[in-house]
């Protein structure tokens, strides 16, 4: 059963529902779903990263084909990473720059409450994170203005250069507004398009999970998931699993108070 699909230059791509099940706290992965949505397809031989070896199967034709059952491991030990930081109360930078990544990566980060970038990566966004957050501080300053109609005591030019310059702050920095303070691990969609990412997070210690092609470096990633990275049926599924992983993982820190509280206001028998 299609759990969704998108018409792109008359070609129908669709990703499937019903390819992960969780039983007794276990994750379980359908492998022919994970060939339909072409998770296995690899780039081309001659631009493959020797790095990349252990989680290729064969080739075909000009093309090297990725190991499915490494997927299926590697992605299931990513889910169970990023539900331990999610248990924990943590924040995880959901990063998808690549065109085939943008939407998907987007609609799950505020799915899951979580920030995100899916225009151009800032550089100094985790190496220089005081000064991007200021610009997202301005940000909210500036959108709080024009909540409030504080843009209205400014002149009409003075008034439209301020939301010229909202658009374009929001553009850079909109998916960072509830980031204030390095993330706990960063989810990167494409090892080759989201490079920049990679590397920063690397520099600041940050737990890097995320889609490496058979033309990238996986040495970086904590938890890397060979997979294909610049195809909709690839990427949807692969980050709608994340979704179904973690949409109901609630913190067991703030579960624990929670009741803490609840358990303070009883009488004492």
């Known amino acids: 059963m299609p759990y969704g699909c998108q018409l792109v230059k008359k070609r129908l791509f669709c990703y499937y529902g019903q390819v992960m099940e969780k039983q ?16 296995h397809l690899g780039s081309q031989k001659s631009s493959g990263n020797p790095k990349m070896k252990p989680f290729i199967w064969d080739r075909k034709n000009s093309f090297l084909v ?6 299926k491991e590697n992605i299931i030990k990513a889910l169970n ?6 248990e ?8 998808g720059t690549g065109i085939a990544a943008r939407e998907i990566t987007k609609k799950v980060a505020q799915e899951l409450d979580m920030p995100f970038v899916t225009e151009r990566w800032l550089g100094g966004t985790f190496t220089n994170f005081p000064t991007i957050s200021r610009r997202v501080d301005y940000l909210a300053y500036l959108e709080k203005q024009k909540a409030t109609g504080e843009l209205s005591k ?4 003075e008034a439209g250069k301020l939301e010229e310059k909202i658009k374009k702050l929001k553009k850079e920095f909109g998916g960072l507004v509830s ?8 989810w990167v969609g494409s090892a080759k398009y989201d490079k920049l990412a990679v590397v920063e997070a690397s520099k600041k210690n940050i737990p890097i999970v ?10 970086l990633f904590t938890h890397p998931i060979p997979a294909n990275d610049s195809t909709l049926n690839s990427m949807n599924f692969i980050l709608n699993l994340v979704m179904e992983a973690l949409v109901d993982v609630s ?3 703030a579960e624990a108070e929670t009741k803490a509280e609840e358990d303070k206001g009883k009488p004492t028998p």
């Open 88 to 95: 924990k109360g943590g924040v995880v930078l959901f990063v």
């Open 154 to 157: 400014y002149t009409k030019y």
């Open 179 to 186: 980031l204030n303070r390095l993330p706990d691990a960063v």
């Open 81 to 86: 990473f990023l539900i331990s930081i999610r």
């Open 66 to 71: 990725i190991d499915l059952e490494k997927s």
């Open 24 to 39: 007794n706290n276990t994750i379980e992965l359908d492998l022919e779903a994970m060939a339909l949505s072409g998770i």
């Open 251 to 253: 913190p067991i820190v």
């Open 210 to 219: 995320g889609i490496v092609n058979t033309n990238s470096d996986p040495s």
